[in-house]
C-alpha cells in the first residue's frame, strides 16, 4: 500500500490494489534489525554457525510473532512466513554459505 501511495504523489498512472493485509509486520520480520536477514548477516560471523544454529536462532527471536511460525515437524520446511500469498515455507539449507558468498571480482571493480 506504501507503494502504491508513493505512486500516485508521484503521478504515476496505477490502479490501486487492495491486497487486504497489513504487510508492514512481515516487512518487518524480514528487514529490521534482529530480523531474518539481520540474524542471518550475524551467524555468518561465527566460524561454527550450521543452519541449524540459524534456525535455532531465528525460533528463539522469532517464537512470539504472529508472521513466524514452527511448521509441523512432518513438514519439509524449517520455518514459515506468513506473507501475502499466505504461509510460506522455508529451508535454510545452505543460507549461511550462500550469504558469505564472495562479490565476484567483476562485480567489486564495478
Not at 520480520?29 to 536462532?57: Q, R, Y
Not at 522469532?62 to 519439509?76: G, I, M, Q, S, V
Amino acid at each position: 500500500i506504501l507503494e502504491q501511495e508513493e505512486y500516485q504523489r508521484e503521478g504515476i498512472e496505477w490502479k490501486f490494489i487492495d491486497f487486504g493485509l497489513d504487510l508492514q509486520p512481515t516487512i518487518d520480520l524480514l528487514e529490521k534489525p534482529m530480523g531474518i536477514f539481520a540474524l542471518l548477516d550475524e551467524e555468518c560471523w561465527f566460524p561454527k554457525a550450521t543452519d541449524k544454529s540459524f534456525t535455532e536462532k531465528l525460533f528463539k527471536e522469532h517464537a512470539n510473532l504472529k508472521h513466524f511460525k514452527k511448521p509441523d515437524f512432518r513438514a519439509a520446511a524449517d520455518f514459515t512466513v506468513q506473507h501475502y500469498a499466505g504461509d510460506v515455507g522455508y529451508t535454510s539449507a545452505q543460507w549461511l554459505v550462500k550469504n558469505m558468498d564472495p562479490l565476484n571480482d567483476n562485480v567489486v571493480n564495478l
